[in-house]
Nanobody
Framework: QVQLVESGGGLVQAGGSLRLSCAAS????????MGWFRQAPGKEREFVAR????????YYADSVKGRFTISRDSAKNTVYLQMNSLKPEDTAVYYC????????????WGQGTQVTVSS
């Protein structure tokens, strides 16, 4: 059974930091592009960050650039999202997802972890 399990969410004050983890199991994800997305109440899900299967190329939404860092530990089949200088507008459910190299879509999704930033 393929699973992506996020953890590390919680309540933090504005300006604080959180580190999200996404543990993958059921298949090898080292050849997949891995991404983080988020969905705030009443809004559509949006892209946050992506790390390519090369572990070299990373991409970020403009809203988080310079504050968030995506990384992966292929040996642990885990992807991380370090979030610094958090703002109330970062409040959302954060999801990790995997896009196999041969796919144009993110195929595997986690259940999400809640991040709440208080002002």
């Amino acid at each position: 059974q393929v699973q992506l399990v996020e953890s590390g969410g919680g309540l933090v004050q504005a300006g604080g930091s959180l580190r999200l983890s996404c543990a993958a199991s059921g298949r090898t994800f080292s050849n997949d592009h891995m991404g983080w997305f988020r969905q705030a109440p009443g809004k559509e899900r949006e892209f946050v960050a992506r790390i390519n299967r090369s572990n070299i190329a990373t991409y970020y939404a403009d809203s988080v650039k310079g504050r968030f860092t995506i990384s992966r530990d292929s040996a642990k089949n885990t992807v991380y999202l370090q979030m610094n200088s958090l703002k109330p507008e970062d409040t959302a459910v954060y999801y990790c997802a995997a896009r196999p190299a041969a796919s144009t879509e993110y195929v595997y999704w986690g259940q999400g972890t809640q991040v709440t930033v208080s002002s």
